[in-house]
């Protein structure tokens, strides 16, 4: 059973391109969190989602716009990708907000041409 | 002082070895605390959460130190399916991960 799971695995896209990421959590968490982890491997909270409402949204492009439908999905759209956005981006889950312990997908691999 | 605060390393350990590292925390109002191993290439996992009184799993010890404001992770006996970053994780209603720490386990 995958708890987190997030599609593509691999996206690879010339820049000005608009790309969707899409992950869902089949653990029952009220909380969804999109990071980005760079070539350093820092790994850095972009949004946090909590039963489909906006929590956390670090400082980040307005390119960069998450949608959750329900409580199970959070998806991340980008437009106008730049080289800067490559990176791999992870979804995770928790339960209760933070102070639990999160799941993580298996990441997305962007690399913009 | 950084938010989060991790050794880089790589600490390059023998086998069998012992093995500890601290990641330092700014925020002393700081409320949870956690410890995640990444391996090369997958996602982060959760390996323990730290508790105000410490705790154990198998070879794995995890401590926090509210006072001086830093947790710790023991490995004991460490096996070479060890090797990979350990990231540490402080929320203060704002979940921050540390850079991590690679530990490299050598045969």
């Known amino acids: 059973d995958t708890a987190v799971s997030q599609t593509p695995k691999y996206l690879v896209t010339q820049m000005g391109n608009d790309k969707s990421i899409k992950c869902e959590q089949n653990?029952?968490?009220?909380?969804m969190y999109w990071y980005k982890q760079d070539s350093k491997k820092f790994l850095k909270i972009m949004f946090s989602?909590?039963?489909?409402?906006?929590?956390i949204n670090e400082t980040v492009p307005n390119r960069f716009s998450p949608k959750s439908p329900d409580k199970a999905h959070l998806n991340l759209h980008i437009n106008s990708l730049e080289l800067g956005d490559s990176a791999v981006y992870f979804c995770?889950?928790?339960?209760?907000?933070?102070?639990?312990?999160?799941?993580f997908g298996d990441g997305t691999r962007l690399s913009i041409l | 002082r950084k938010e989060v605060e991790q050794d880089p390393g790589p600490f390059n350990v023998p086998e069998g070895a012992t093995v500890a590292f601290n990641c330092t925390y700014s925020?002393?109002?700081?409320?949870?605390f956690f410890w995640y191993r990444q391996d090369c290439r997958k996602e982060p996992k959760l390996l323990m959460s730290?508790?105000?009184s410490g705790n154990e799993d198998g070879r794995f010890t995890a401590q926090l130190n509210r006072a001086s404001q830093y947790i710790s992770l023991l490995i004991r006996d460490s096996k070479l399916s060890d090797s990979a970053t350990y990231l540490c994780?402080?929320?203060?209603?704002?979940?921050?991960f540390g850079k991590g720490t690679r530990l490299h386990i050598l045969p």
């Open positions: 995770a889950s928790s339960q209760t907000g933070g102070r639990q312990p999160q799941h």
């Open positions: 653990l029952g968490h009220d909380t």
């Open positions: 989602y909590n039963n489909k409402e906006l929590i």
């Open positions: 925020n002393s109002a700081s409320q949870s």
């Open positions: 730290v508790y105000s």
């Open positions: 994780v402080v929320n203060n209603d704002k979940i921050i």
